[in-house]
């Protein structure tokens, strides 16, 4: 009985999208005319007209009705045949999650995930021409069965496409709470570092103007949410459930990403390098269980900053070594050095009244 504005499923493309996820998910044709309406009740779109399955068992999109438990288990189960299908098939995906001061301490509350034929999964030279868009996924993290779901894809053989990966890539690893995750990522090809050294990372906002503005023409400005002023406060920057604009916002970096690889080959020609990259700064991150590294970068900010940008990296030290009193770590030789750090960000906090509970 909840309301909802059903997109126009009448578009041919829209009917393109969900029968050949069906068929990718080895759905028979007679049962197809059953799973049609289902999908089509858990619809949200991106600002390019995009359809992304919602699949949640509460509520993660405003307009998007919560399923019943007999329908989530339906739409897991489609979900995960979709991903057996494209494992057996080779297909890429673009990928990207949303979430709250992503990295040790931070958490991930969704992923946005869409099928693309932008890279070649053998040579992975770029290609310009663009198949019609398929059935985007959007997975709720809050989930426990979306995280097998998630987990089920990140650690497979699929070749997943994001931008700027290593903060999401320690939080897969890392994150206990609210919502366990520790999902090593596989396959994974971080495109930013084709464009970008390790020191000196190209933002999506600056990549974007090398993109012609053709590719993004319906695409909203990369627009800034000013995250500081909610983080800064330790509060929530994107409140759940999302509004239909917070929603399309999760989803639209996803065209972000295609149009940027889509346009803009890297120097060598593929993106094998990059692979190579990824793989090596995932392992980094694997043999840096406290996230030492990221934590004295952090504590080099803070020293820096002044005002609320000093008080949000106050509050990522915080997070950060509360998730790792969290997990029960023995810190060992580095506990003197991770109090000191903690202690002067304890005192920021305390001045500017900000509190961050311990659990």
């Known amino acids: 009985g909840e309301e909802h504005n059903f997109p126009n499923v009448k578009d041919s493309d829209c009917e393109l999208a969900l029968d050949s996820f069906l068929?990718?998910?080895?759905?028979?044709?007679?049962?197809?005319?059953?799973?049609?309406?289902?999908?089509?009740?858990?619809?949200?779109?991106?600002?390019?007209?995009?359809?992304?399955?919602?699949?949640?068992?509460?509520?993660?999109?405003?307009?998007?009705?919560?399923?019943?438990?007999?329908?989530?288990?339906k739409l897991v189960g489609l979900v995960s045949a979709y991903i057996d299908g494209c494992r057996q098939q080779s297909k890429v995906f673009l990928t990207d999650f949303e979430g709250e001061m992503p990295g040790h301490g931070g958490e991930l509350s969704s992923a946005a995930l869409l099928e693309s034929s932008v890279l070649d999964p053998t040579t992975l030279k770029p290609r310009s021409s663009q198949a019609p868009f398929a059935l985007g996924l959007l997975l709720d993290l809050r989930s426990f069965p979306c995280v097998g779901l998630l987990r089920k894809l990140m650690d497979s053989s699929i070749l997943k496409l994001m931008w700027?990966?290593?903060?999401?890539?320690?939080?897969?690893?890392?994150?206990?709470?609210?919502?366990?995750?520790?999902?090593?990522?596989?396959?994974?090809?971080?495109?930013?570092?084709a464009f970008s050294t390790d020191e000196?990372?190209?933002?999506?906002?600056?990549?974007?103007?090398?993109?012609p503005k053709r590719?993004?023409?319906?695409?909203?400005?990369?627009?800034?949410?000013?995250?500081?002023?909610?983080?800064?406060?330790?509060?929530?920057?994107?409140?759940?459930?999302?509004?239909?604009?917070?929603?399309?916002?999760?989803?639209?970096?996803?065209h972000r990403i295609e149009a940027i690889i889509a346009s803009n080959a890297p120097s060598e020609g593929s993106y094998k390098a990059a692979v190579h990259r990824?793989?090596?700064?995932?392992?980094d991150i694997e043999k840096d269980p406290f996230g030492l590294k990221s934590l004295r970068k952090n504590e080099r900010y803070f020293s820096q900053y002044d005002g609320r940008r000093k008080t949000t990296c106050a509050v990522r030290i915080m997070r950060h070594v509360l998730s790792l009193r969290l997990r029960g770590l023995d810190l060992g030789d580095h506990e003197v050095e991770v109090g000191r750090i903690f202690a002067a960000a304890s005192a920021e906090l305390l001045q500017a009244n900000v509190a961050i509970p311990s659990k």
């Open 23 to 73: 068929q990718t998910a080895d759905v028979k044709p007679a049962e197809r005319r059953s799973s049609l309406p289902l999908l089509q009740r858990f619809l949200a779109q991106s600002s390019l007209e995009c359809q992304f399955l919602v699949v949640s068992d509460q509520r993660l999109v405003e307009n998007v009705p919560t399923p019943t438990q007999e329908e989530f288990e």
């Open 164 to 193: 700027g990966a290593d903060c999401d890539v320690q939080t897969l690893l890392y994150q206990e709470h609210p919502q366990d995750l520790r999902i090593r990522p596989a396959m994974v090809i971080d495109a930013q570092l």
């Open 200 to 211: 000196r990372r190209l933002g999506m906002a600056r990549m974007l103007e090398r993109v």
């Open 215 to 254: 590719l993004l023409d319906r695409l909203p400005d990369k627009e800034q949410i000013d995250w500081d002023a909610f983080h800064s406060m330790n509060q929530r920057a994107l409140t759940l459930p999302l509004s239909s604009c917070d929603a399309a916002y999760a989803m639209d970096d996803l």
């Open 278 to 283: 990824t793989n090596g700064i995932t392992s």
